[in-house]
């Protein structure tokens, strides 16, 4: 019989975050980008990333760092690749991929003040329990950005709710969920599947606490796939996932 994982205790975030547990890492780390509902996202990001040649990049939230190699992928000479779990960054540094570092952090970044060229942070702002926490996080990211440089925030799109996906459901209807509200998403991963509690929020949610630390948001986009691989589920009505568009404003 499948657990359900259990709750992180004591985290730098509180005690509502979720954890993943050994099992949870391994089956994350087995899903690739190409051929499930991540693509889409992770395609859309590409668009909007370009060459990412000769420039630095944080990715928060790495995970078993799927999304850390996607920024390699596209060029950045150097990704670090940061998350709050143990057992992800473990999981992670297994790449041993050159150019790539991981580490294992608290509330603040083990990075110097404007020393990287972009950011980004993908299926990661749904699984912070406060917009309190959503606030420290993004403020952490800010301060580590150089003037100018990109943030782009890549989450379930709060539309997502309920939606039959190649990879995940989140399941539940919008109706009976506000901010914060608690979300079982099931996601299906080549090796098991897992089951992360997420929180429900909106486009206001995540505008109010980017722009209360400092980021200009330019754009919101919710991409969908018409792509054969998606028949039958529901990528091409819905998006799966929101990209926000962020900047740190330079000085005049
Ligand atoms: C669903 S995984 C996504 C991993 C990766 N970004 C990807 O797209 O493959 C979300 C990750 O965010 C991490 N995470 C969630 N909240 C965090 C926080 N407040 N600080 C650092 N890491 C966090 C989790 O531990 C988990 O590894």
Redesign the pocket.
Known sequence: MRQRPMRQQN???GSD????LTQD?DA?GS?E?AGTS?EIG?DALAEKLGDLTGTRWL??????????L?LRSLGATLVF?????YT??QRAKLQRVPKVAYAL?G?TLPVANESMDGA?????????PSKR??T??SAEIYRVLKPGARFFL?AANPKSIGRMYKSFTRIGSVEHLSSGSRVRCV?TTPERVVE?EDHYWTLDDYQDVLQAVGFEVRAADTPTSLKDSFVGTDESIIGPFLILTCFKESPE
């Not at 690749?81 to 779990?85: Q, T």
């Open positions: 985290g730098p975030h975050a979720f954890t993943y890492a994350y899903l980008i991540y992770f990715d928060f939230g790495a995970g078993a760092g799927r999304s850390s996607f690749g940061v998350d709050h779990n992800m960054v952090i509330q980004i942070s993908c299926s990661v702002y749904t699984e912070i926490a959503m420290i996080v890549m996601i992360v």
